[in-house]
Nanobody, 127 residues
């Protein structure tokens, strides 16, 4: 049974930082791509960032490039999203997702790319 459990969300003032984590279990994550998505109230779920199996390659949506950093620790089966200089428009539920058995790197920025999803963690940025 594959499980992804996000943590680290909360309420933060604009300009602040949060570090999200996503602990994975039940699969072979050393050969999996991992992604972060978010969904704001009344909006569709959107791509935020992705990272290759080794952690060497990353990809970001334009609105968070230079502001967010995705990383992973394969020894802990955990992926992280460091979010700095947060803005009210970053308010959303953040989800991690896994794509198993990738053979080559590409951006993996589509919802349909992923096999399993976590339940999400709420991030609220106050102005």
């Amino acid at each position: 049974q594959v499980q992804l459990v996000e943590a680290g969300g909360g309420l933060v003032q604009a300009g602040g930082s949060l570090r999200l984590s996503c602990a994975a279990s039940g699969g072979t994550f050393s050969t999996a791509a991992l992604g972060w998505f978010r969904q704001a109230p009344g909006k569709e779920r959107e791509f935020v960032a992705s990272i290759s199996a080794s952690g060497t390659n990353t990809y970001y949506t334009a609105s968070v490039k230079g502001q967010f950093t995705v990383s992973r620790d394969n020894a802990k089966n955990t992926v992280y999203l460091q979010m700095n200089s947060l803005k009210p428009e970053d308010t959303a539920v953040y989800y991690c997702a896994v794509k198993f058995r990738i053979n080559y790197w590409r951006t993996y920025n589509l919802l349909s790319d992923y096999d399993y999803w976590g339940q999400g963690t709420q991030v609220t940025v106050s102005s």
